[in-house]
């Protein structure tokens, strides 16, 4: 199946450069390597984007990483940290609409709360909109002093 990951915005980034920071993700999972496109100068970036991955039912237990960095036009990227999170409960909870009917009404199916073993900002509620699971989270930044991404998943029925 594919997962589609609305990249939504990146919230309070650290700085990494004296002109400000051009920030961007790349998204890996297994072999698989996604970026999203550069927002100029912006520690509070928009991107509103779309990335897709396909999802393999039998590598449920491997997390999707994210790595945020600042492009750089005549050095390096700098990294401004890194997160990751655990596409298990989502999978799961798409088995359980498959398996029987859930209301599909936005009803919670699952609650993820935040944790030392995970990388989520506040609660991340699963649900069933609109025939198919979505989860909306913000994701603490790693290795870097602050910022947050923010993201909503959504399955594709491939």
């Not at 450069?17 to 100029?40: A, F, I, N, W």
């Not at 990227?77 to 498959?98: H, P, T």
């Not at 935040?114 to 913000?138: K, W, Y």
Request: charged content about 35%; overall charge neutral; hydrophobic content about 35%.
């Amino acid at each position: 199946g594919l997962l589609r990951i609305h990249l939504i915005r990146g919230t309070n980034l650290a700085r990494r450069d004296l002109t400000g920071s051009d920030p961007y993700v790349v998204v890996r999972y297994g072999d698989q390597k996604l970026r999203s496109r550069v927002v100029k100068k912006d520690l509070n970036p928009e991107w509103n984007e779309d990335l897709t991955l396909t999802i393999d039912q039998h590598r449920r237990r491997l997390p999707v990483q994210l790595e945020v960095y600042d492009r750089d036009r005549f050095s390096r990227d700098d990294k401004m940290g890194d997160s990751e999170f655990e596409i298990e409960e989502f999978l799961r909870a798409l088995k359980k609409i498959q398996k029987r009917d859930i209301p599909n009404d936005g009803s919670v199916i699952a609650k993820l709360k935040p944790s030392e073993d995970n990388c989520l900002a506040e609660e991340s509620n699963i649900r069933c909109e609109n025939g198919t699971i979505v989860q909306h989270m913000f994701l603490r930044l790693r290795n870097v002093e602050c910022g947050e991404i923010e993201l909503r998943l959504l399955w594709i029925h491939a």
